[in-house]
C-alpha cells in the first residue's frame, strides 16, 4: 500500500496555509499518525485533500461535504491507513474549511 504525502502546489510558500492540527480520536498507532500528520502537513487546499485521496492505494474516497454557513464547509474523507500484516484501517478525516 501507498501512503505518501502529495506534494503541494503550496510548498513554495504561494499560498495562504492555515493552521492544521491532526486530532487522532481513534488510537492511531505512532507510525499511522506519524504518517498522517505529514500527508496533512502537506495539504494547503481542498484540491491537496482530493489530489491526495486519489492517488493512494487503494484510493481514498471523499464522503460528504457539509456546508455550515455561507462560508464554512466540513469535508469529510475515509482513508485507508496501511497495517502490519492486514488489509488496512478505514478512518475518516474530517477538514473544517472557512
Do not use: K, N
Not at 34 to 56: F, K, P
Not at 58 to 71: F, I, K, M, R, S
Amino acid at each position: 500500500m501507498s501512503f505518501a504525502p502529495v506534494p503541494s502546489p503550496c510548498a513554495d510558500g504561494s499560498c495562504l496555509i492555515s493552521h492544521v492540527d491532526l486530532d487522532d480520536r481513534v488510537g492511531l498507532t505512532p507510525a499511522q499518525r506519524e504518517r498522517l500528520r505529514a500527508a496533512v502537513a502537506a495539504q494547503g487546499m481542498l484540491v491537496d485533500v482530493v489530489r491526495w485521496i486519489a492517488e493512494l492505494t487503494p484510493p481514498g474516497e471523499l464522503v460528504d461535504v457539509v456546508q455550515q454557513d455561507e462560508y464554512t464547509l466540513d469535508v469529510i474523507v475515509r482513508v485507508t491507513l496501511p497495517e502490519q500484516g492486514g488489509p488496512g484501517r478505514a478512518v475518516h478525516l474530517v477538514y473544517d474549511t472557512t
